[in-house]
């Protein structure tokens, strides 16, 4: 796309009235574009509404009007999470306009150096030590897009002296053509939106656009053991930089499985340790691969290996990540509500050595879930199911030999379910366990947000 500047007197459609729809179209009323916002929600859930309406911005709720989009549009912004089957969007790609996404808006702006950060788990964790190592060196960061602030209003304001610091969803990324980071990190690829994205094939091919438009002056950071980033290496055009949970590396950040301390590896022949990962604030091996990440970013920013050690040290996780809510009696309350696929609950239930009782369910995408089998037989003691999976989940507890298996009525209010799920888990539990929300599943089915879920599993907790 085009500076927006450039869309002076156009027409400019902006998709979502959500926070970053609202950041792009005060954007590009500010810049002269004649900018028209629509959103399938109802007026009454649109509060965004008055105050675009008040600068002047067209906004249209309820319906995509069949007028809304025609030949006189120069572009189309959408939100990322609408999909690319709504007609306004089919309409758009039939009359040649182009659509992107607040990431490539947001890009046209930004003056500082960029890294961004996508995988299918572990992203807000990883974004957020980048943000707090860069920041322990004086680095002057600013965290946004998933995170933070919307990527269009955090944009315009940075400079050159900042380092912009992006958490970046496949939906995000799809809708981008020239958005380049300096650094881009592929943190793992497992199967999931694939209600989205139709296949792997564009899932894969969505989250490798973070690489697309970058040099030889860049840093590529990739997952050494995982097949997906792997695959990619050949078309990489940037330097690579990679992290291992697994191998010791002759270049790169890795965990040396004998010491068990985190390394860095120059590529000169020169190995640094970089602190032992018992020292970690934050508990499972996800996490300790997630620091390597971090670290490698941090390391190509420019950050002393002391600095990196310091804030892995003092950092205690990022609400709805493995969160500690509370002990009680013995037994220990964890939420980790963004597992919203099954791979970030394998790796949140491996993270005790403590039998656990796990709550799991939610919106159903067509996963059978059988990658949780293992799991369930080494780690689960009970289990409590809720949401548009819960027999699918209960399917996989049985084939595991579990005994204890419970279910929560989910024609009750949201929070109820929640209340009771916890009650439930409490009555099955004893002293040592591990009480665990981890639900494999998106939470759109019952609740607004995995941040909405994990809220009210944290609020029936501390009302035991």
Same mark, same amino acid.
């Given at each position: 796309?085009?500076?927006p ?25 500010q ?10 929600k ?7 509404a ?7 911005i ?83 960061p ?14 315009p304001?940075v400079?050159a ?5 992006v *958490? ?17 990190l ?21 989250k ?8 030889e ?20 055009k ?38 032992p ?45 493995l *969160?500690?809510?509370? *002990? ?14 099954a ?25 059978d879930y ?16 809720l949401?548009?999976?819960? *027999?699918k ?10 005994s ?36 494999a599943?998106?939470?759109? %089915? ?5 941040? %909405?879920?994990g ?10």
């Amino acid at each position: 796309m085009k500076h927006p500047r450039d869309y002076r007197g156009l027409e400019v459609i902006i998709l979502g009235l959500a926070r970053s729809g609202v950041a792009a179209a005060k954007l590009f009323h500010q810049k002269g574009a004649l900018v028209t916002v629509n959103d399938k929600k109802e007026r009454s859930a649109c509060p965004e509404a008055d105050e675009l309406e008040a600068l002047g911005i067209s906004v249209v709720c309820g319906f995509h009007p069949e007028s809304l989009v025609h030949e006189g549009i120069s572009l189309v912004v959408k939100n990322p999470g609408i999909p690319y089957s709504v007609e306004p969007i089919r309409k758009a790609e039939e009359l040649g306009i182009e659509v992107v996404t607040e990431v490539e808006v947001a890009y046209q702006f930004c003056e500082a150096p960029i890294i961004g950060i996508t995988g299918s788990n572990g992203k807000t964790t990883t974004t957020t030590l980048i943000g707090l190592m860069l920041d322990a060196a004086g680095l002057s960061p600013v965290v946004a897009g998933n995170i933070g602030r919307a990527l269009t209003e955090a944009a315009p304001e940075v400079t050159a002296d900042n380092w912009m610091v992006v *958490e970046l969803s496949s939906f995000q990324l799809k809708g981008t053509t020239s958005f380049r980071p300096t650094i881009a990190l592929l943190l793992n690829v497992y199967e999931t939106h694939l209600d989205y994205h139709g296949s792997m094939d564009d899932y894969i091919a969505s989250k490798a656009k973070i690489f697309a438009n970058q040099t030889e002056e860049d840093t590529a950071i990739l997952n050494w053991d995982d097949e997906v980033c792997q695959s990619l290496i050949p078309s990489l055009k940037a330097k690579l930089f990679p992290f291992s949970m697994k191998e010791k590396l002759a270049f790169g950040v890795y965990f040396d499985v004998e010491t068990e301390v985190i390394v860095y590896a120059n590529g000169h022949g020169q190995v640094q340790p970089i602190m032992p990962a018992r020292e970690m604030g934050i508990p499972g091996s996800f996490n300790i691969e997630n620091a390597l990440a971090a670290a490698a970013a941090a390391i190509t920013a420019g950050v002393q290996l002391d600095a990196i050690a310091d804030v892995l040290r003092s950092f205690q996780g990022v609400e709805h990540r493995l *969160e500690l809510v509370r *002990e009680l009696k013995g037994v220990t309350f964890y939420n980790n509500s963004k597992a919203t696929n099954a791979a970030a609950s394998i790796k949140s239930i491996e993270a005790f050595n403590q039998r656990v009782i796990l709550i799991a369910g939610g919106l159903d995408r067509g996963s059978d879930y059988m990658e949780l089998l293992p799991t369930f037989r080494e780690r689960i003691k009970g289990i409590i199911t809720l949401g548009q999976t819960k *027999e699918k989940i209960i399917h996989i507890a049985e084939l595991a030999g579990i005994s204890r298996i419970q279910t929560v009525d989910t024609a009750k209010d949201a929070a109820d379910a929640v209340s009771q799920a916890v009650q439930l888990a409490w009555q099955m539990s004893e002293p040592g366990d591990i009480v665990l929300l981890s639900p494999a599943c998106a939470s759109w %089915d019952m609740f607004p947000s995995y941040e %909405d879920r994990g809220r009210m599993f944290k609020e029936s907790v501390h009302n035991l």
